[in-house]
């Protein structure tokens, strides 16, 4: 099975401007969750989505939102970009196993902002 | 709340030296416990899990139990090579959520 993937590799862009990134889960996995990682904060959850529904979200600005299409690829969506908002996005996936949240990581989106 | 507290690093060894990271959990229910490593450039890799109290996970000689009496969940390996220098993320689960907590990452270097 493919893992999971997430374009682009990298990124650049400017304050103020917005950023898309895309993450396709593996085959059959329905939940899709994303974490910012930076130096300072670590590891962070920002949301997750499973069948299109937003179930989980954690304490980031609403600049910060995403999606989850019927083939349960997700986007993410950051508006009007901070320097802070620098890091490594990263998305996984996972099956719904009862009280198991094994996740499995893609190789994640690096975002510099300028 | 549901933290997880990682020992600080970085950590340096020596070849096939023996290899304890240590972790720690808040005792809010019982939750799955987890090791992911990351190497340099790359995303986080599932390395060994637990999911209840006295498990054992497993995987490439690493070892950790769940101790739920001191709600700790450390990693161990008997002989480390250079391949394993790395950073490696203790996590817990959120019970009812696909979502995962992490520690703050131990930096791992193995000189020859």
């Known amino acids: 099975k493919a893992g999971v993937t997430q374009t682009p590799r990298y990124l650049i862009k400017t304050r103020g401007q917005q950023v898309t990134l895309s993450c396709s889960p593996i085959?059959?996995?329905?939940?899709v969750s994303w974490y910012q990682q930076t130096p300072g904060q670590g590891l962070q959850f920002l949301f997750e989505?499973?069948?299109?529904?937003?179930?989980n979200k954690g304490n980031f600005p609403g600049r910060f939102s995403g999606r989850q299409f019927s083939n349960s690829r997700s986007e993410m969506n950051v508006s009007t970009l901070e320097l802070g908002d620098s890091a490594l996005y990263l998305c996984?996936?996972?099956?719904?196993?009862?009280?198991?949240?094994?996740?499995?990581f893609g190789p994640g989106t690096r975002l510099t902002v300028l | 709340g549901n933290s997880v507290t990682q020992m600080e690093g970085p950590v340096t060894l020596s070849e096939e030296a023996f290899l304890t990271i240590n972790c720690t959990y808040t005792?809010?229910?019982?939750?799955?416990l987890f090791w992911y490593v990351q190497y340099p450039g790359e995303g986080l890799q599932l390395l060994l899990k637990?999911?209840?109290?006295?498990d054992k996970g497993s995987n490439k000689g690493f070892e950790a139990t769940y101790r739920k009496e001191t709600t700790s969940f450390h990693l161990e390996k008997g002989s480390v090579q250079v391949s394993d220098s790395a950073v490696y993320f203790c996590?817990?689960?959120?019970?009812?959520?696909?979502?995962?907590?992490f520690g703050q990452g131990t930096r791992l270097t193995i000189n020859p």
């Open positions: 996984a996936s996972s099956l719904e196993l009862a009280g198991v949240n094994e996740q499995f």
């Open positions: 085959s059959g996995h329905r939940s």
């Open positions: 989505y499973f069948s299109e529904t937003q179930r």
């Open positions: 005792a809010t229910g019982y939750p799955s």
């Open positions: 637990a999911t209840k109290a006295d």
């Open positions: 996590a817990r689960g959120i019970q009812g959520a696909q979502k995962l907590v």
